[in-house]
Every structure is written in C-alpha cells, then in structure tokens.
C-alpha cells in the first residue's frame, strides 16, 4: 500500500473511532455513486451525516479542511443524494461534517470534527 493511501486510511480509522466516542452510529464507510463520494456515513442526534475525512502528515499544504473544496463538496453530495435515495431516507435531516486528522511522524497528533462544515449550494 502506498503512503497516501495508508495515511488515509489512518485518518479515516481514526475518524470512525472519535465519531463513534462522541455517540454517531456508523452506517456505512467509503459509499461510492456515480460521481458521488462519502468516506463515512452516519446517523448522529436524529441527522444523517456525511462526513469526508482528510488526513495531512504536514501541513505545508495548509490545513486539511482547505482541500474541502467545492469540487470535494458536490462530490459528497451526490452521494448523499444517493444514499437518500437508494435507502427511502428522505425524511431524515442531513448535514455534512468534515474531519481533519494530523498526523506527526506517523501517530495521531489531532482529529478535529467539524459539525455542519458546509451547506450545499442550490442546483
């Protein structure tokens, strides 16, 4: 596996756990739709939430949520969408959260969960 990849998998590890410490329910990991993206999904006080994660092992890049641009943003939202959808789940509230995980020579430095990181723009 290549570096990238296991940092990512790291953080979205990482993330599962501190979601699952702060009382989300995980229902599904790395959800896939045409177009559409989610590395986690979960129900946490009545909302479905789609959370993308991001994990930087330096920062020289800025911080992870910068690279939550728009292009990252209609991504996770097609596959909110979808999920929507595909599970008749359109009563439900939904928001999006962002996780940004650090990482110093290889550990855990920090996982900071941001809450409604984002509202989708309109079609």
Do not use: S, W
């Not at 599962?16 to 410490?21: G, T």
């Not at 790395?30 to 129900?43: I, S, W």
């Not at 009545?46 to 092992?57: I, N, P, Q, S």
């Amino acid at each position: 596996m290549d570096h990238r990849k296991r940092t990512g998998q790291i953080g979205e590890n990482e993330t599962a756990a501190e979601l699952q410490r702060r009382g989300y329910r995980l229902l599904a990991r790395n959800y896939h739709c045409r177009g559409g993206e989610a590395d986690l999904v979960a129900e946490h006080g009545g909302d479905l939430v789609f959370v993308e994660v991001k994990t930087r092992a330096e920062l020289r890049h800025g911080l992870p949520r910068d690279a939550v641009d728009q292009v990252k943003q209609r991504r996770l939202v097609l596959a909110a969408e979808h999920f929507v959808h595909r599970f008749e789940l359109d009563e439900m509230p939904v928001r999006f959260d962002v996780v940004e995980v650090v990482l110093l020579r290889g550990d855990v430095a920090a996982v900071e969960v941001i809450p409604d990181a984002f509202v989708p723009e309109p079609d």
